[in-house]
């Protein structure tokens, strides 16, 4: 491990290898006898490490960057050793009762108030799901027990998010029995934040279409552009509506750790739920999210199913038993690697890194600014960077200008230096530059700029 890490930097952040080319490496079945610990760990470096997207190199700059820390590590593999299941009291007293305290910090450290109760999950993407199950059950249609299907009388329900709302909230829609179609996609503004009135007016319509809204999600950070959905102008509508408000802040929630810079977080505090993911931008390994909320017995209405075989028979105070809360009964042990990294970073050095990513992403628009061949797309309030490359002077097409930045993307991503993701917005194609894993400096979005601008003179 030490070494893959001492070396990450020199690999190709993406291997050159086609779809496909991977399988054919391995036996077609497994090994009947077992096999020696070198021959497994030759393969490993042969076959495994190289044909790995490297989301622990410096050079990883696409999509949000999810980084390994050496804490956060450790904390995996003292998580195996101990081997915990944390799905009751019981069966991990300390997996549950580290939970709790987790949580508490992480809501302290993001400047939330302590009505806020909550658990970690995988991802985000199950975050907004558990939330939406919640609302759903709040809308006081006994979902949990009498489901949707075949039930006469029972209105259209309707979830409602922006253009820019991360695809995890349709298919929680999906899971959940609402259907995408339920989800109704509130119009964005030109900086691709959601337009209050146009949830005002959205909400009034289906009312009187006979439909039932009952959940409003608003992202802090979406995911093309980093957008933040003005969320005290959201909370004022929820609340008068009556509708459960979720905030997705999966990728930027870090950033309220920043007293400093929390102003586009001012009203989150008045949601029933918040995902913030440490697994992004908290520099912990995958996976860990945290799913705040001020209304944890709705969650455990929409969940909980005791048998028999699950009851702990002989305590006498209620304890928190957290798979009441989730759809799955197992739980890994995710507190412990959080634990061990807030005490190895401390919250100053975890706000030292975020802010200097914040920096970074601050030099590198000014230099795409300060360059008449190339445009920003997008405002930068985080560390993601949206632009193309758009030579002034010549006009180009639109169509042409999509290809070529597709063209020049992909260059890039081919040296292996650096890897970079892409987005549309408002219909154009655009590259991001996404900064986020904790060993990026600036002389690796230095050197992403440099190669983009080879790319595009090429
Ligand atoms: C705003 C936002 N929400 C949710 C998600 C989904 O995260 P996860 O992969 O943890 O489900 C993402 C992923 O990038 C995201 O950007």
Known sequence: MADYLDTVEHRPVFPSIEPGSVRPLFPASPPERPESLDAILDDYRRLIEPNATHWQHPGFLAYFATTASGPGILGEMLTAALGQNAMLWRTSPIGTELEEVVVNW????????????????????????????????????????????????????????????????????????????????????????????????????????????????????????????????IADIAEREGLWLHVDAAYAGVVAMLPERRAPFAGWERADSIVV??????????????????????????????????????RETPVRDYNEYTPQLGRRFRALKIWIQLRW??????????????????????????????????????????????????????????????????????????????????GRFTI????????????????????????AAA
């Open 345 to 426: 970073f401390g919250l100053d050095g975890l706000r030292r890194r975020i802010a200097r990513h914040l920096e970074l992403a601050q030099a590198f628009a000014s230099w795409v600014d300060a360059d008449p061949d190339w445009e920003r797309l997008a405002p930068v309030p985080f560390s993601t960077v949206c632009f193309r490359w758009n030579p002034g002077g010549r006009s180009l097409e639109d169509a042409d200008l999509d290809a070529r930045n597709a063209e020049i993307m992909d260059a890039v991503n081919r040296t292996g230096e650096v890897f970079l993701s892409h987005t549309r917005l408002a």
């Open 106 to 233: 992480l809501r302290q450290a993001l400047g939330l108030p302590d009505g806020f109760d909550g658990l970690l999950t995988d991802t985000a993407s199950t975050s907004s799901l558990i939330a939406l199950a919640a609302a759903r059950e709040a809308a006081g249609l006994d979902v949990a027990v009498q489901g949707l299907a075949g039930r006469e009388g029972l209105p259209g329900l309707r979830v409602y998010a922006s253009t820019e709302a991360h695809s995890s909230i349709e298919k929680a829609c999906m899971t959940l029995g609402l259907g995408r179609g339920s989800l109704v996609r509130v119009p964005a503004d030109e900086q691709f934040a959601m337009r209050p009135e146009a949830l005002g007016a959205a909400i009034a319509a289906d009312r009187a279409a006979g439909l039932r809204p009952i959940a409003v999600v608003a992202t802090l950070g979406t995911t093309s552009s980093t957008s933040i959905d003005p969320i005290a102008a």
């Open 432 to 455: 991001r530059l996404a900064i986020g894993n904790l060993r990026t400096e600036e002389r690796h979005v230095e050197r992403a700029w440099v190669l983009l601008r080879e790319a």
């Open 277 to 314: 993911n440490p697994h992004k931008w908290l520099f912990t390994p995958l996976d860990a999210s945290l799913l705040l909320t001020r209304r944890m017995p709705d969650l455990r209405a929409a969940f909980s199913l005791v048998p028999e075989y699950l009851r702990t028979l002989d």
